[in-house]
């Protein structure tokens, strides 16, 4: 079984065919999805459809695009109440992003610390996007961590050498998306090589960043699969060890979140 870690069941071009999205990922092998709240404003939207289907969790959060703008964003009691939620078993998307910058800089790392603080107050982990922030980010996770423990990933994981080792230092892990197969990503694959198998998960980010082969075309949960290939060929590993590893880094990390079939997939094996 493999876990798409992080995509948007909510947006519009999954979820106007949301069953066959679904139907899709299960016969590509996906038994588990997460999908990612961008804004709290949106999060009943995005909590009814893992309310409505078992094998799909949800977050909370606000993206950093969002950040100056979205009531609630640097509100960690309010993320911390919404997470309450049954099915949300974690904080975020949350982080910095310094390439598009539709927030300014001061409210992206306000924010960043309200989900810090909600992530240790809800004990959930924190789901991390990070672009052209590196050292922003990490002086904030190392800040932040030092006022409290703090667990989660650096999501669709494009950063250098230096991030991923301090995000796997800290007990964080390391989410790979389809960026991965393309072709000019060569310096991406070199450092996930350097990252231990046990802290790696994958993802779509969907509808966002199909891979090769289907690169140009909308993501969808179902093409985890080819992700999950190209990561088992640079690890050294079977398709399905990847995907035995990185299925129970899912569910030691996503503590909240019940596994199927638990007892076959490693779950609490260190």
């Known amino acids: 079984m493999l876990v798409d870690s992080h ?10 065919d949301l069953d066959g999205v679904l139907s899709r990922a299960h016969s590509a092998g996906v038994g588990t999805l997460v999908t ?3 804004k709290l404003s949106e999060f009943g939207r995005v909590s009814a459809i893992a309310d409505a289907h078992p094998d799909v969790w949800c ?24 997470a309450r939620h049954p099915r949300a078993i974690g904080i975020g998307e949350t982080g910095l992003d310094y390439y598009y910058e539709h927030s300014p800089r001061d409210a992206q790392k306000r ?7 909600a992530a240790r107050e809800a004990r959930l982990p924190l789901i991390v996007h990070t672009r052209d922030a590196d050292n922003d980010t990490i002086q904030i996770l190392r800040e932040e961590s030092r006022r409290g ?6 999501h669709c994981f494009t950063a250098g050498p230096e991030l991923a080792d301090f995000a ?23 450092t996930v090589k350097r990252v231990p198998l046990e802290r790696l998960l994958v993802e779509t980010d969907a509808p966002y960043l199909a891979p090769m082969p ?14 999950a290939a190209a990561l088992a060929g640079l690890k050294g590993v079977s ?11 899912f569910f030691r990390l996503f503590r909240k979140a019940t596994a199927p079939a638990a007892e076959t997939l490693g779950v609490g094996d260190e």
């Open 149 to 154: 423990a703090l667990t989660g990933l650096i």
């Open 36 to 38: 990612i709240s961008t």
């Open 59 to 82: 977050s909370v959060g606000v993206h950093p695009h969002e950040a100056a703008v979205e009531a609630g964003a640097d509100d960690a009691a309010r993320l911390a109440t919404f």
């Open 168 to 190: 796997v230092n800290i007990g964080f892990y390391i989410s790979i998306s389809g960026i991965v197969t393309f072709k000019a990503a060569d310096a991406l694959r070199q």
């Open 239 to 249: 398709a399905d060890e990847l995907a035995r590893v990185t299925t129970a880094n």
């Open 111 to 117: 924010a960043f610390r309200a989900h810090c603080a």
């Open 7 to 16: 995509c948007h069941l909510d947006f519009p071009e999954l979820s106007a």
């Open 214 to 227: 289907k690169r140009g075309k909308r993501n969808e949960p179902a093409f985890v699969a080819y992700t």
